[in-house]
């Protein structure tokens, strides 16, 4: 069985309230408690609640336990767990209400993962498409006030990267494409603002 | 046996339509029963094995009074009756008319083999060229275009599959007998008009039609240009592409059919325009073809459409009632998903096919080998729900099933194993183990308890190891734990799904589906739907295991019967001859002896002189003759003018196909006036055949199987057999809705039925019940059925009565009763049912009595109903599940608590949707469409959380003065302890029987481990004791519902009806007897017998056998020590001259 993490902080976000959770709750009520979510996840190795203990602290309303976990963060969007679920259920789009609800949460806890996630879709703003050096730099840079040491630490990998092509240096500004994409950031965001 | 002049017409030849055909026909009804395929069984003719015996046993369905009007073989090998008229590969082709008077028609596809000249040598099979997959091993094996629909059937006709045939006609040289006629001219005028825009489709369509289809074809490439071909040519079918430039095939549809409306149409498509076809066929069109085309698909579609245009339907029927048993399909898990590998991974086979693995007729004689490479099984895993309880396979129901075969397959397959020596593993992957009747959960501990593992948890895929040696499955346990097993074969267990054909049948006859595709039946009743007169039958109206599907038959048989009596059906048959046979007790035996040579086939060779000589050595051989066909018209007119002319007293036919004869011979026996039983036809043919050993071996074996012949012919009892009076007046113990029903059942064929209950009113268990979970009223139901009993002039009832002794045989029991003032009197009577009910279980489990917050579901029902219970002033209510139940001593599943919580929590949310509602259960037992309320008390926000025996919840009541109760229990998929505080603790108890055990003993029948009616054999005599004529229904036979128990009450009166039924009924042939004067006595044969048949005289004299009740198993012949006790047909010296004649 997989440690919980320690409790939440309060300082900097505050854990939704229960009626906060109603929408996903509504999304996965049918769930059975089969596991078939648990056991198709290939991230499920590195998640410190398994997916089925998630959606069963969803449905009992554990919003403490639920955003002390970073499970949902750790969902990659594969859609095996929706494909498979015997009741249907949207499950990889309820992960993703989570992260949602995390990230507008601005708790500390989920600080790395909105950065991340929040650098990747602003790049991809910016150029119509990742730019792999780019994002990682911003997200570095976002990081280090509070873990200096954070980029020595991908070094090996990133060299690696550099090396089979995978990263390239790049010039900030001169991608193709540029901004291309901000309409529909802008229609997005008017929309979302409006729901 | 008496005949009525009403008929019925059963539509499935499954054990569900062999069942209701049976009990229509035991009453005297003809019965055409139809099957669609070449073979009768069902799927049963696929599988060996069942739960709980992990035998078969379906024989035990056939006729056990009037047994000699039936046969009495393995019914998996094939059926015979008086009164039933079989007919294979036949379909319903229309239906009109009213309840009482349906006109129907049937459509018989042409078989190129000629059943009366096949002989079954299989000669054929060895030229044909063809290898097509085995339907009958669920494909794992091939055969030829030539084969047998199933390898034990009797008579077993060679068929040819005509979508496959190529029409080489290799067979036809090679048979025989000349019973093969290949060549079907009809095709080569059969003009085919192939209309599409693109010349490629129209040129392979031709191409492939003619010259593989033997068809004529024509060809155009526009709307306007085939209309145009159809005014001037015509043309018998035409095949329609949708997407045409101008006119689409639609508007060309819609103008054929207003110049020629009986045109048939088949569309073409391409799979996007699928929705269009199925539009066309609303407005004509015949079917539709989806391109790209595949000529192995195609081509046999367009035959089986050309044979069912071409195949003439039959002469008009007229049936009073039809029995829909078409059955059900199961699904494909190639279909869908398919996350399991099924199709590409050969170790992934369905359950249907590990069944033919483990059958002795499989792919491999039955030994447990990997079909991909043939190594043996070692690990198997059993996969539960698959393509049930499954949204995404279009399945929100349970199929019922799969559970118990699961759990039976892994009990066989270990048997197996462990006669063979070998290791096998056996994990069955479940999320609910639903053992819902009432020995399935023991039958799951003992297999738990032979080493069958039950693992919780759906395995959603199966992958290969990397290694390639076996499979991998990945799961997750309830605490969490995710694990990868390793299986050397996978077995799905595969969901039932409608009847392949349901939705046309169901069309034809007007009636309604429900919304899972299966028929729609009538509130309160599994068989009646909205058109009276046509009933459904075993597994077609929905997900029933055999058990069910067998009650379910009788009860549809019961429907059926009372629409065909009720419109007279059940007066006798006036043309019906009253048979007297000449008594020929007293004289020697004068036995005639035919030949038959078939057109000098058999006797080819044969020294016929020195034959009749040596027969004729027998003194009892009067004459030898030889006749060139028996089977034909004439031959047997010549054997009849034969048996008048020399008047024998016994016959002996030397012919081929014995069982063909069944009939016949008692045609003969009547128009000859000699008993049936004194004629015998046996198999010289298949001695003719045998391989040549000797100088003449044909010759010897003829003589040897003729001799055999005469020696039990020699000894055959000349003496009629036996009848015994029946006393035409049932008796119903119990007045609730079940005894209401069966008594009702009887008394509306116009017997009289005596219907006794203890309490001062009838009703019994419907007067607390309210509403089903669907929301039906039943107190509608009680007060009309009640009424009906109150009014009905053939029923006594007699309240605040009870039985205080009984005893008596099927025909006539004794019952005396006594009534509330002592007055006792004596009722005869020639059935008795027991409905005598039961109720919910008391416990004091989980503080039950220390609060009154603390109720059971019935007080909840009752709570909820007068309103002593305010859902909105509730914020919590916990229910509990199995409470004292499926653990000993009551380790049953009382199958009604689950359904009743859903229905109350669903109840319960709906009036206040806020309230918190946890259930604790084992297993949900939400079997069938139950399983759609499971997920919408799911949807309406009940929390479920299971749990284990070593793992109960615990209730505490508060110390405090408000007194709230304390849950505490483990939530498994947390892993952690939870603590509820609940307003109220609903308690699911359970059914206890009411079935006193002095009267189960008055009846001589007995009672189950949990004092339920014991039944004679679960499966395939389910509502009846073993003692024939006493039945039982309700809940005191198992815990059920009201509209279950309903129908073992209509099932229970039907069995009764087929003894009442008659004022005589007649033994069977083969019975036992006492030799007085050996008799010592000693009962051992009392003791032996288990049918109840024997007893001693009530003068203490002798040992007297009712001919009726005895089965002629002969169990009293082996323990009787002084050979007293003998079995008629089979004593000592006949049955020796027989092996003698063996052995010459």
Same mark, same amino acid.
């Not at chain 2, 919780?456 to 734990?481: I, K, M, N, Y």
């Not at chain 2, 220390?850 to 002593?868: F, P, Y």
């Given at each position: 069985?997989?440690?919980?993490?320690?409790?939440?902080?309060?300082?900097?976000?505050?854990?939704?309230?229960?009626?906060?959770?109603?929408?996903?709750?509504?999304?996965?009520?049918?769930?059975?408690?089969?596991?078939?979510?648990?056991?198709?996840?290939?991230?499920?190795?590195?998640?410190?609640?398994?997916?089925?203990?998630?959606?069963?602290?969803?449905?009992?309303?554990?919003?403490?336990?639920?955003?002390?976990?970073?499970?949902?963060?750790?969902?990659?969007?594969?859609?095996?767990?929706?494909?498979?679920?015997?009741?249907?259920?949207?499950?990889?789009?309820?992960?993703?209400?989570?992260?949602?609800?995390?990230?507008?949460?601005?708790?500390?806890?989920?600080?790395?993962?909105?950065?991340?996630?929040?650098?990747?879709?602003?790049?991809?703003?910016?150029?119509?498409?990742?730019?792999?050096?780019?994002?990682?730099?911003?997200?570095?840079?976002?990081?280090?006030?509070?873990?200096?040491?954070?980029?020595?630490?991908?070094?090996?990998?990133?060299?690696?990267?550099?090396?089979?092509?995978?990263?390239?240096?790049?010039?900030?500004?001169?991608?193709?494409?540029?901004?291309?994409?901000?309409?529909?950031?802008?229609?997005?965001?008017?929309?979302?603002?409006?729901? | 046996?008496?005949?009525?002049?009403?008929?019925?017409?059963?539509?499935?030849?499954?054990?569900?339509?062999?069942?209701?055909?049976?009990?229509? !026909?035991?009453?005297?009804?003809?019965?055409?029963?139809?099957?669609?395929?070449?073979?009768?069984?069902?799927?049963?003719?696929?599988?060996?094995?069942?739960?709980?015996?992990?035998?078969?046993?379906?024989?035990?369905?056939?006729?056990?009074?009037?047994?000699?009007?039936?046969?009495?073989?393995?019914?998996?090998?094939?059926?015979?009756?008086?009164?039933?008229?079989?007919?294979?590969?036949?379909?319903?082709?229309?239906?009109?008319?009213?309840?009482?008077?349906?006109?129907?028609?049937?459509?018989?596809?042409?078989?190129?083999?000629?059943?009366?000249?096949?002989?079954?040598?299989?000669?054929?099979?060895?030229?044909?060229?063809?290898?097509?997959?085995?339907?009958?091993?669920?494909?794992?094996?091939?055969?030829?275009?030539?084969?047998?629909?199933?390898?034990?059937?009797?008579?077993?006709?060679?068929?040819?599959?005509?979508?496959?045939?190529?029409?080489?006609?290799?067979?036809?040289?090679?048979?025989?007998?000349?019973?093969?006629?290949?060549?079907?001219?009809?095709?080569?005028?059969?003009?085919?008009?192939?209309?599409?825009?693109?010349?490629?489709?129209?040129?392979?369509?031709?191409?492939?039609?003619?010259?593989?289809?033997?068809?004529?074809?024509?060809?155009?490439?526009?709307?306007?240009?085939? @209309?145009?071909?159809?005014?001037?040519?015509?043309?018998?079918?035409?095949?329609?592409?949708?997407?045409?430039?101008?006119?689409?095939?639609?508007?060309?549809?819609?103008?054929?059919?207003?110049?020629?409306?009986?045109?048939?149409?088949?569309?073409?498509?391409?799979?996007?325009?699928?929705?269009?076809?199925?539009?066309?066929?609303?407005?004509?069109?015949?079917?539709?073809?989806?391109?790209?085309?595949?000529?192995?698909?195609?081509?046999?579609?367009?035959?089986?459409?050309?044979?069912?245009?071409?195949?003439?339907?039959?002469?008009?029927?007229?049936?009073?009632?039809?029995?829909?048993?078409?059955?059900?399909?199961?699904?494909?898990?190639?279909?869908?998903?398919?996350?399991?590998?099924?199709?590409?991974?050969?170790?992934?086979?369905?359950?249907?096919?590990?069944?033919?693995?483990?059958?002795?007729?499989?792919?491999?004689?039955?030994?447990?080998?990997?079909?991909?490479?043939?190594?043996?099984?070692?690990?198997?895993?059993?996969?539960?729900?698959?393509?049930?309880?499954?949204?995404?396979?279009?399945?929100?129901?349970?199929?019922?099933?799969?559970?118990?075969?699961?759990?039976?397959?892994?009990?066989?397959?270990?048997?197996?194993?462990?006669?063979?020596?070998?290791?096998?593993?056996?994990?069955?992957?479940?999320?609910?183990?639903?053992?819902?009747?009432?020995?399935?959960?023991?039958?799951?501990?003992?297999?738990?308890?032979?080493?069958?593992?039950?693992?919780?948890?759906?395995?959603?895929?199966?992958?290969?190891?990397?290694?390639?040696?076996?499979?991998?499955?990945?799961?997750?346990?309830?605490?969490?734990?995710?694990?990868?097993?390793?299986?050397?074969?996978?077995?799905?267990?595969?969901?039932?799904?409608?009847?392949?054909?349901?939705?046309?049948?169901?069309?034809?006859?007007?009636?309604?589906?429900?919304?899972?595709?299966?028929?729609?039946?009538?509130?309160?009743?599994?068989?009646?739907?909205?058109?009276?007169?046509?009933?459904?039958?075993?597994?077609?109206?929905?997900?029933?295991?055999?058990?069910?599907?067998?009650?379910?038959?009788?009860?549809?048989?019961?429907?059926?019967?009372?629409?065909?009596?009720?419109?007279?059906?059940?007066?006798?048959?006036?043309?019906?001859?009253?048979?007297?046979?000449?008594?020929?007790?007293?004289?020697?035996?004068?036995?005639?002896?035919?030949?038959?040579?078939?057109?000098?086939?058999?006797?080819?060779?044969?020294?016929?002189?020195?034959?009749?000589?040596?027969?004729?050595?027998?003194?009892?051989?009067?004459?030898?003759?030889?006749?060139?066909?028996?089977?034909?018209?004439?031959?047997?007119?010549?054997?009849?003018?034969?048996?008048?002319?020399?008047?024998?007293?016994?016959?002996?036919?030397?012919?081929?196909?014995?069982?063909?004869?069944?009939?016949?011979?008692?045609?003969?026996?009547?128009?000859?006036?000699?008993?049936?039983?004194?004629?015998?036809?046996?198999?010289?043919?298949?001695?003719?055949?045998?391989?040549?050993?000797?100088?003449?071996?044909?010759?010897?074996?003829?003589?040897?199987?003729?001799?055999?012949?005469?020696?039990?012919?020699?000894?055959?009892?000349?003496?009629?057999?036996?009848?015994?009076?029946?006393?035409?007046?049932?008796?119903?113990?119990?007045?609730?809705?079940?005894?209401?029903?069966?008594?009702?059942?009887?008394?509306?064929?116009?017997?009289?039925?005596?219907?006794?209950?203890?309490?001062?009113?009838?009703?019994?268990?419907?007067?607390?019940?309210?509403? @089903?979970?669907?929301?039906?009223?039943?107190?509608?139901?009680?007060?009309?059925?009640?009424?009906?009993?109150?009014?009905?002039?053939?029923?006594?009832?007699?309240?605040?009565?009870?039985?205080?002794?009984?005893?008596?045989?099927?025909?006539?029991?004794?019952?005396?009763?006594?009534?509330?003032?002592?007055?006792?009197?004596?009722?005869?009577?020639?059935?008795?049912?027991?409905?005598?009910?039961?109720?919910?279980?008391?416990?004091?489990?989980?503080?039950?009595?220390?609060?009154?917050?603390?109720?059971?579901?019935?007080?909840?029902?009752?709570?909820?109903?007068?309103?002593?219970?305010?859902?909105?002033?509730?914020?919590?209510?916990?229910?509990?599940?199995?409470?004292?139940?499926?653990?000993?001593?009551?380790?049953?599943?009382?199958?009604?608590?689950?359904?009743?919580?859903?229905?109350?929590?669903?109840?319960?949310?709906?009036?206040?949707?806020? @309230?918190?509602?946890?259930?604790?259960?084992?297993?949900?037992?939400?079997?069938?469409?139950?399983?759609?309320?499971?997920?919408?008390?799911?949807?309406?926000?009940?929390?479920?959380?299971?749990?284990?025996?070593?793992?109960?919840?615990?209730? !505490?009541?508060?110390?405090?003065?408000?007194?709230?109760?304390?849950?505490?229990?483990?939530?498994?998929?947390?892993?952690?302890?939870?603590?509820?505080?609940?307003?109220?603790?609903?308690?699911?108890?359970?059914?206890?029987?009411?079935?006193?055990?002095?009267?189960?003993?008055?009846?001589?029948?007995?009672?189950?481990?949990?004092?339920?009616?014991?039944?004679?054999?679960?499966?395939?005599?389910?509502?009846?004791?073993?003692?024939?004529?006493?039945?039982?229904?309700?809940?005191?036979?198992?815990?059920?519902?009201?509209?279950?128990?309903?129908?073992?009450?209509?099932?229970?009166?039907?069995?009764?009806?087929?003894?009442?039924?008659?004022?005589?009924?007649?033994?069977?042939?083969?019975?036992?007897?006492?030799?007085?004067?050996?008799?010592?006595?000693?009962?051992?044969?009392?003791?032996?017998?288990?049918?109840?048949?024997?007893?001693?005289?009530?003068?203490?004299?002798?040992?007297?056998?009712?001919?009726?009740?005895?089965?002629?198993?002969?169990?009293?012949?082996?323990?009787?020590?002084?050979?007293?006790?003998?079995?008629?047909?089979?004593?000592?010296?006949?049955?020796?001259?027989?092996?003698?004649?063996?052995?010459?």
């Amino acid at each position: 069985m997989k440690t919980a993490a320690a409790p939440p902080t309060r300082q900097d976000g505050a854990v939704p309230d229960r009626e906060a959770l109603h929408a996903i709750q509504k999304k996965i009520q049918a769930c059975i408690q089969c596991g078939t979510c648990t056991a198709s996840c290939p991230n499920e190795f590195a998640m410190d609640l398994t997916p089925r203990r998630l959606w069963r602290m969803v449905l009992m309303g554990e919003t403490d336990a639920i955003f002390t976990s970073q499970t949902f963060t750790l969902c990659s969007a594969c859609y095996s767990c929706t494909l498979r679920c015997p009741r249907g259920l949207p499950l990889t789009e309820a992960m993703h209400d989570l992260k949602q609800m995390a990230f507008r949460g601005h708790m500390s806890r989920y600080k790395p993962s909105t950065a991340f996630y929040g650098h990747f879709m602003n790049t991809i703003r910016r150029h119509g498409r990742i730019r792999e050096t780019e994002f990682i730099s911003r997200y570095f840079l976002t990081m280090t006030p509070s873990k200096p040491m954070l980029p020595l630490s991908y070094t090996g990998l990133g060299f690696k990267l550099f090396r089979k092509g995978k990263m390239a240096i790049e010039y900030p500004f001169a991608a193709p494409g540029k901004r291309s994409l901000e309409k529909i950031f802008q229609k997005v965001e008017s929309m979302e603002a409006s729901a | 046996m008496q005949t009525k002049i009403g008929k019925a017409l059963v539509i499935g030849g499954g054990i569900g339509g062999i069942r209701s055909a049976l009990d229509l !026909a035991e009453f005297g009804y003809g019965v055409t029963l139809i099957e669609r395929t070449p073979h009768i069984g069902g799927i049963l003719s696929q599988l060996d094995y069942q739960f709980p015996t992990n035998r078969c046993g379906m024989c035990k369905m056939l006729p056990l009074v009037e047994r000699d009007a039936s046969s009495q073989f393995c019914l998996r090998k094939g059926l015979f009756h008086e009164n039933i008229d079989i007919r294979l590969s036949t379909e319903l082709a229309s239906v009109e008319g009213e309840p009482g008077q349906f006109k129907v028609t049937l459509r018989q596809e042409k078989n190129p083999v000629n059943p009366e000249l096949c002989i079954g040598c299989g000669k054929c099979v060895e030229v044909c060229p063809v290898d097509t997959a085995d339907a009958f091993n669920a494909g794992l094996s091939t055969r030829k275009a030539i084969y047998l629909p199933v390898p034990h059937n009797i008579p077993n006709t060679y068929r040819i599959d005509t979508g496959v045939c190529t029409q080489c006609g290799a067979c036809q040289d090679a048979c025989p007998t000349g019973a093969i006629q290949l060549l079907d001219e009809g095709r080569i005028t059969f003009n085919i008009l192939v209309v599409d825009d693109e010349l490629i489709v129209r040129d392979s369509l031709k191409e492939w039609l003619e010259v593989e289809g033997g068809f004529q074809v024509s060809m155009a490439e526009s709307g306007p240009e085939a @209309l145009e071909h159809i005014k001037t040519h015509g043309c018998q079918l035409m095949l329609l592409d949708i997407k045409m430039p101008g006119m689409d095939g639609v508007e060309v549809l819609q103008k054929a059919k207003e110049l020629f409306p009986d045109l048939p149409v088949v569309m073409m498509t391409a799979y996007a325009t699928v929705e269009t076809a199925v539009e066309a066929m609303k407005i004509g069109a015949l079917d539709y073809l989806i391109k790209p085309f595949d000529p192995d698909a195609l081509i046999p579609k367009v035959i089986q459409i050309y044979q069912n245009l071409s195949t003439p339907v039959g002469p008009e029927l007229e049936v009073g009632a039809i029995v829909m048993s078409g059955g059900t399909s199961y699904y494909n898990p190639a279909e869908g998903k398919d996350t399991y590998g099924y199709g590409s991974l050969p170790d992934v086979v369905t359950s249907i096919e590990f069944e033919r693995l483990l059958s002795g007729t499989g792919p491999s004689g039955g030994k447990l080998v990997r079909p991909s490479d043939g190594r043996p099984i070692t690990r198997i895993a059993w996969l539960q729900c698959i393509g049930s309880r499954d949204t995404q396979s279009d399945a929100d129901f349970c199929s019922t099933i799969c559970c118990m075969y699961a759990i039976k397959e892994a009990m066989v397959a270990r048997e197996r194993a462990a006669r063979d020596g070998a290791q096998l593993d056996t994990s069955i992957y479940y999320m609910d183990m639903r053992t819902f009747g009432k020995s399935f959960q023991r039958y799951r501990d003992r297999s738990e308890a032979s080493g069958v593992a039950f693992k919780r948890g759906r395995v959603h895929s199966v992958v290969p190891d990397p290694s390639g040696e076996d499979l991998q499955l990945r799961w997750v346990a309830t605490d969490g734990t995710v694990a990868t097993d390793h299986a050397d074969l996978v077995v799905l267990s595969v969901g039932q799904r409608p009847a392949e054909g349901a939705q046309a049948l169901t069309d034809m006859l007007g009636i309604e589906r429900n919304p899972w595709g299966f028929v729609q039946t009538e509130a309160f009743s599994l068989t009646r739907t909205a058109r009276t007169g046509i009933v459904a039958s075993g597994a077609f109206a929905g997900l029933k295991d055999i058990s069910e599907s067998v009650i379910q038959a009788s009860a549809a048989a019961l429907a059926a019967s009372q629409t065909i009596h009720g419109a007279g059906g059940s007066i006798g048959l006036k043309d019906c001859p009253k048979t007297i046979y000449d008594d020929v007790a007293r004289q020697l035996p004068r036995i005639l002896v035919a030949i038959c040579t078939c057109n000098n086939a058999v006797t080819k060779g044969l020294d016929q002189a020195a034959l009749v000589h040596r027969l004729q050595n027998d003194p009892a051989v009067k004459q030898v003759h030889f006749l060139d066909h028996t089977c034909t018209a004439e031959g047997w007119q010549q054997l009849e003018d034969l048996i008048k002319k020399h008047r024998p007293n016994r016959v002996l036919i030397g012919a081929c196909l014995p069982y063909v004869y069944t009939r016949k011979l008692k045609q003969l026996g009547r128009d000859v006036a000699l008993d049936p039983r004194l004629m015998e036809v046996v198999d010289i043919r298949s001695a003719s055949l045998q391989p040549e050993a000797s100088d003449n071996p044909t010759a010897a074996g003829i003589e040897r199987i003729l001799t055999m012949g005469i020696a039990r012919l020699r000894h055959a009892s000349p003496n009629p057999v036996p009848t015994v009076p029946v006393f035409q007046r049932a008796l119903v113990v119990g007045g609730g809705i079940a005894g209401m029903t069966a008594a009702l059942s009887i008394a509306d064929h116009g017997f009289e039925v005596d219907l006794i209950e203890q309490s001062d009113q009838l009703g019994g268990n419907l007067h607390w019940l309210h509403h @089903l979970i669907d929301g039906q009223e039943i107190e509608p139901l009680l007060t009309e059925t009640r009424d009906r009993v109150n009014h009905h002039p053939q029923i006594d009832v007699h309240l605040t009565t009870r039985i205080v002794a009984a005893f008596g045989q099927a025909g006539t029991f004794y019952s005396t009763i006594e009534d509330g003032d002592g007055q006792a009197r004596q009722l005869t009577h020639g059935a008795a049912i027991l409905a005598t009910g039961g109720s919910e279980a008391a416990t004091t489990a989980y503080g039950f009595g220390n609060s009154d917050r603390i109720i059971t579901q019935k007080m909840l029902e009752a709570q909820l109903h007068d309103g002593a219970i305010d859902p909105k002033a509730l914020k919590t209510v916990v229910m509990i599940q199995c409470v004292d139940s499926r653990e000993e001593p009551r380790n049953y599943c009382s199958r009604v608590c689950c359904p009743t919580t859903l229905k109350h929590a669903l109840a319960l949310k709906n009036a206040n949707p806020d @309230l918190r509602i946890v259930v604790f259960y084992r297993d949900m037992m939400a079997t069938g469409f139950m399983e759609t309320y499971f997920t919408q008390a799911r949807k309406a926000g009940v929390t479920f959380i299971p749990y284990t025996l070593d793992g109960k919840p615990e209730v !505490a009541v508060g110390a405090t003065g408000d007194q709230r109760l304390m849950v505490t229990a483990h939530e498994p998929f947390l892993d952690r302890p939870v603590e509820i505080s609940a307003d109220r603790v609903v308690l699911a108890t359970g059914i206890v029987p009411s079935l006193p055990q002095d009267l189960v003993q008055a009846y001589g029948v007995d009672q189950d481990e949990d004092a339920f009616f014991q039944e004679a054999e679960s499966k395939w005599r389910p509502v009846d004791a073993l003692k024939e004529g006493v039945f039982a229904c309700g809940i005191c036979h198992s815990p059920r519902n009201i509209g279950e128990s309903i129908a073992t009450a209509e099932a229970a009166a039907e069995r009764a009806l087929r003894i009442i039924a008659s004022e005589r009924v007649a033994s069977g042939s083969i019975i036992a007897g006492v030799h007085e004067s050996l008799c010592a006595l000693c009962e051992r044969c009392i003791e032996a017998c288990p049918y109840d048949a024997r007893m001693l005289d009530p003068d203490g004299e002798r040992i007297v056998v009712n001919p009726v009740m005895c089965q002629g198993c002969g169990a009293c012949a082996a323990v009787c020590p002084n050979d007293a006790a003998y079995v008629e047909g089979f004593d000592a010296d006949q049955v020796m001259e027989v092996i003698d004649a063996a052995l010459n």
